[in-house]
């Protein structure tokens, strides 16, 4: 008797991240028209919650019941369990700041300090894993932007205003867009079709960061998305996604991985630049020297 028929039928995936893992598991072992289907599930997960089955299949290139038996194979009872678990990580409420910072509060003993360093270090650690294949597409979609516009809201600020101001010292048509006194509308205007938006972003997503890329699409540019999941709703549209990871011990979602990712990005950007970029940044240094703006040792 085959030992596989034994095999106890595993319960399907909870969540997008579970799903991953099962298909990364099992992958090597599945029949080429399911790693056909696989792949682009992960490949384009931003497709699967509002596309239909029938395309998804077209646009993978296997038969839609294909998609089915693959959904079967993950533990599902069909093609809409599958999909469910897509939609759900699009749709997944954000922890309550509040009750987060309850249970910091109520595990006060605990050794925060290591505890934040090992978390904090496990992101960083993650984020090539997420943006290897991603990176040279994203500086690639700025260096041949006429102009790049960025933009990020609330906590998504500091990202936005570090990728801003680092670009900015090689490359003067770098704008923020920051819809300060109610103009961001006014400032959406500018975007042009051979432009490029950035756009910074983790859950709860700001109407504003919605808003950036409504625009953006709207004028027919390019759209790079840095976020925190390849399905938020900054992402489902964009050219390009680069996801950072927020976990964190304590109250607030972590936007150290995304400060780092901005710089990462940047130096892909002026790798690309050569020469040029160098020889821009030098003026750049020097106006800042002769205009005071640093400290000089005595």
Request: include cysteine.
């Amino acid at each position: 008797m085959n030992p596989a028929m034994n095999k106890p039928k595993e319960s399907p995936p909870t969540s997008l991240d579970a799903l991953t893992r099962r298909i990364q598991r099992d992958f090597s072992g599945m029949p080429p028209q399911f790693q056909v289907g696989a792949r682009y599930l992960m490949d384009f997960p931003a497709d699967i919650p509002v596309a239909s089955m029938r395309r998804i299949a077209a646009q993978a290139g296997v038969q839609p019941a294909t998609m089915v038996r693959l959904a079967h194979s993950l533990g599902f009872g069909g093609w809409e369990d599958l999909k469910n678990i897509f939609v759900q990580s699009l749709r997944r409420a954000p922890k309550r700041y509040a009750d987060q910072a309850r249970r910091v509060v109520s595990g006060g003993g605990r050794d925060t300090l290591n505890e934040s360093a090992a978390t904090l270090a496990e992101n960083m650690k993650l984020l090539a894993h997420l943006n290897a294949d991603r990176l040279p597409l994203a500086a690639k979609l700025l260096a041949e932007a006429a102009h790049v516009h960025v933009a990020g809201f609330r906590a998504s600020f500091s990202p936005a205003y570090a990728l801003q101001y680092l670009y900015r010292l090689f490359r003067p048509t770098v704008t923020l867009l920051r819809g300060d006194a109610g103009l961001l509308e006014m400032e959406l205007r500018s975007i042009k079709r051979d432009d490029a938006v950035v756009i910074v972003g983790f859950a709860p997503y700001s109407q504003e960061g919605q808003r950036v890329t409504q625009a953006a699409r709207k004028a027919g540019c390019r759209l790079i998305a840095i976020c925190d999941s390849v399905v938020a709703p900054i992402a489902l549209k964009a050219d390009c996604v680069l996801v950072f990871p927020t976990e964190t011990p304590s109250f607030f979602p972590s936007t150290t991985a995304a400060m780092a990712l901005v710089e990462i990005l940047v130096e892909q950007v002026l790798t690309m630049a050569g020469r040029k970029a160098i020889d821009q940044i030098q003026r750049t240094e020097q106006q800042l020297r002769d205009a005071g703006a640093y400290l000089e040792p005595k």
